[in-house]
């Protein structure tokens, strides 16, 4: 029988639904994200919100994830960043366009300790050729002060598989 084969951003979206009020279920997703992109899985980010073109998360402070400063090393910073602004973007998509990170630079403010809070809200532009867009996710303390600024360019394109409205199909359950 076939299915529709919604974009990645719709299936975060469903599991997101699926699991996010159950007991562990944001736990759970977490574990998931990680589990899809390994690496990032290594800094233990936990999602808390989520929605199209927006995420907050967070990041524990342990010893798996600080520097010789007594602080948050400056790539689980940027780790954490760049999968905030990726749910955020990926999310946000329609299936007509597709997107790649081309870029990451961040801006350290302040040294990172304690339960780190980050924060990304992008608005998606309408695509008719590659382009590349920004998108920045901030990460405060439990003060409330930026301790990073993480940017991530993104580039745009028309995805040649899918048309906006349209729909794709596979065969399975």
Same mark, same amino acid.
């Given at each position: 029988?076939?299915?529709? &084969? ?5 299936? =975060? ?6 699991? !996010? $009020? *159950?007991?562990?279920?944001?736990? +759970? ?40 400063? &007594? ?5 689980? =910073? ?6 905030? !602004? $990726? *749910?955020?973007?990926?999310?946000? +998509? ?80």
């Amino acid at each position: 029988m076939a299915r529709s &084969d919604p974009s990645p951003g719709a299936r =975060l979206l469903r599991t997101w639904d699926r699991l !996010s $009020g *159950l007991p562990g279920g944001k736990r +759970l997703f977490s574990w998931l994200v990680g589990r899809g992109a390994p690496y990032t899985g290594t800094v233990g980010a936990r999602i808390i919100e989520l929605e199209p073109g927006y995420v907050r998360s967070q990041l524990r402070d342990r010893k798996q994830v600080r520097n010789h400063l &007594d602080s948050i090393h400056a790539v689980a =910073l940027i780790n954490v960043g760049e999968v905030t !602004s $990726g *749910l955020a973007m990926m999310t946000g +998509l329609p299936p007509s366009i597709r997107g790649i990170v081309s870029g990451l630079r961040a801006e350290y403010l302040k040294k990172a300790r304690g339960l780190l809070d980050v924060e990304c809200r992008c608005e998606i532009p309408e695509v008719r050729e590659p382009a590349e867009h920004e998108v920045i996710s901030v990460i405060r303390d439990a003060g409330g002060d930026t301790v990073t600024r993480v940017t991530v360019d993104w580039l745009l394109s028309p995805n040649p598989n899918e048309r906006e409205g349209s729909t794709s199909s596979t065969t399975g359950c």
